[in-house]
Structures are given as structure tokens and as C-alpha cells.
């Protein structure tokens, strides 16, 4: 039976091309409009696993879904970078110059606005999902429009693409994490990395604290983010990735940490994925 993965957007999207990279068997996908309902699918046990974008290389953290992964109890078993390419498309036997609008995700459209530059008379739109539009593009077959998209979006839409790689800064990496909410986690032997939270007193040394009982056990802090406690107007969970090269060593400083935390959760151990 093909498991059923939970991807934000529809097919042709960034999320879907990591499922598609990621997982070596025949999937089943799940498009979910939302962050929200691709935790709720998980929690109604609609998804065995998910796709979830994290954070970016320009863009920076994307602090919701951390909430998410909180709120929803879910398990990080995996992750995936991905380079992002915006490539810009629209109708066969059309041109750029043809174009009056293209239309693409907010963040598509401002890490591709140099290249917009040279075409003053093309007006940029904001919309939800960069493989959506590329879509109703095809579907309606809306002449003078172009989309901003990835290549696997102009091969399912049938779409000319009239110029790629156009985002600004070329090096653009996303990393996605694999999640689930029960089933099987990863095993001992194959984990190097854990992301876990935690919530300290409001005093003075305490983070500082915490930093060195990762120093002091050899692992390596590649991540730090930290949300307010709604409950409590000063007080901050912090969100961390560490990696190790000892489990032994990982958990040595997991059980410190939570002796010394008000409140402790593992959100995931699994394998780490180079770029």
C-alpha cells in the first residue's frame, strides 16, 4: 500500500518536488492549501507523513510552522534541502514580451524583482501558491500572464518557460523536514541530529547555561529560534538543532537539559541531509 504524503500547495509545487526527491518507493500525495491542514491531516491520520518547508537561506525561519510542530506533537524523521530555481513561464507560443502580469507567491516575486527590472511594463501580483497559478494558467488558457514556478510545474501545466533561474541570489536553499505524527521512529543507529524545545526561567545565564551543556557534551548548535510564551508575557521557548557525532553524547546532554528546563520536548531525532 503507497503511503500517503501531505505536501502545502499542489502538485508541480516545491513541497512536492522534495516528496517526489525524497521518497525512493511510489507515493500518494496529499495537496493540503494550508501549513494548518497539512498538520491537521496528520493528526486525523488522512497523511502518514508530511513535507514541510522550515526555514530558508534568504527568507530565514519559517516561525509558524515551529508552532506547529509544537501544537500538533509532531515528529521530525527526516530532512531535505532543496536549491530553489523560479523560473518564469506562461502559455505556448507566447514570449516575455506578451506578458501584462505575472503572478507567483509574494517571496517568488521579491527574490525575483531584479530581473523584473528590465521589464517595467510587466506588473507583478501576489498570489498563494506559485505551481497554482501556472496551473489555472494552463486549465483557462490565460494569454498574458506568466507565472513564477519550478520546472516540474511547466512539465505537468504544459507551459513554455521562457526564462529560468531568474531569482537574484542563485544559491537560494530551502530545508523541509519530514514529519509525522505516530508510526515508527527513526532508529538509534541512523540518528546524527535532534531538534528539541524547551522553556527556561526568565532569569539572567540560563540560555547561556543550556549552550554550554551542549559545548561541554560535543555537540553542534546549528539552529536557534525562539518563540514567546503567549501564557507568559517575557518568557520564551527556544527551538534547537543539534548534531552529533556520539548518540551517547546526545543523550547525555538531552537529560541534562531537561533537569535544567521548565519544559522539555523532543520534536525529532533523525538523520541529518547535507546540502
Not at 518564469?88 to 501584462?100: F, N, V, W
Not at 506588473?123 to 501556472?134: F, N, S
Amino acid at each position: 500500500m503507497q503511503p500517503i504524503i501531505a505536501i502545502q500547495g499542489i502538485k508541480g509545487s516545491f513541497h512536492h518536488q522534495v516528496a517526489l526527491d525524497y521518497y525512493s518507493s511510489e507515493i500518494k500525495i496529499l495537496e493540503c492549501l494550508t501549513f494548518n491542514a497539512l498538520a491537521g491531516s496528520l493528526a486525523s491520520g488522512e497523511a502518514d507523513q508530511a513535507v514541510m518547508a522550515i526555514e530558508n537561506s534568504i527568507a530565514g525561519s519559517i516561525i509558524p510552522n515551529y508552532a506547529l510542530l509544537d501544537e500538533y506533537n509532531l515528529q521530525i524523521v527526516g530532512e531535505f534541502h532543496l536549491k530553489i530555481e523560479h523560473n518564469l513561464m506562461g502559455l505556448t507560443g507566447q514570449s516575455i514580451t506578451d506578458l501584462k502580469e505575472v503572478h507567483s507567491h509574494p517571496m517568488a516575486l521579491l527574490q525575483c524583482k531584479k530581473f523584473f527590472s528590465n521589464y517595467p511594463n510587466i506588473r507583478l501580483v501576489e498570489a498563494e501558491d506559485t505551481a497554482d497559478i501556472a496551473r489555472k494558467i494552463e486549465e483557462d488558457q490565460i494569454k498574458g500572464i506568466g507565472a513564477i514556478a519550478s520546472l516540474k510545474a511547466s512539465e505537468l501545466f504544459n507551459l513554455d518557460v521562457f526564462a529560468e533561474s531568474i531569482q537574484t541570489i542563485k544559491n537560494n536553499v530551502t530545508r523541509f523536514v519530514i514529519v509525522q505524527a505516530k508510526g515508527n521512529l527513526v532508529p538509534e543507529q541512523k540518528i546524527n541530529k535532534a531538534a528539541l524545545k524547551f522553556v527556561l526561567d526568565h532569569k539572567r545565564g540560563s540560555l547561556a547555561a543550556i549552550l554550554n551543556v551542549l559545548s561541554d557534551c560535543k555537540l553542534n548548535l546549528t539552529k536557534i529560534q525562539s518563540l514567546p510564551v503567549i501564557e507568559t508575557p517575557g518568557k520564551y521557548s527556544f527551538f534547537v538543532d543539534v548534531t552529533f557525532e556520539s548518540f551517547e553524547d546526545y543523550v547525555k546532554a538531552r537529560t541534562i537539559i531537561e533537569i535544567m528546563a521548565t519544559e522539555f520536548k523532543i520534536l525529532g531525532e533523525y538523520p541529518k541531509n547535507t546540502i
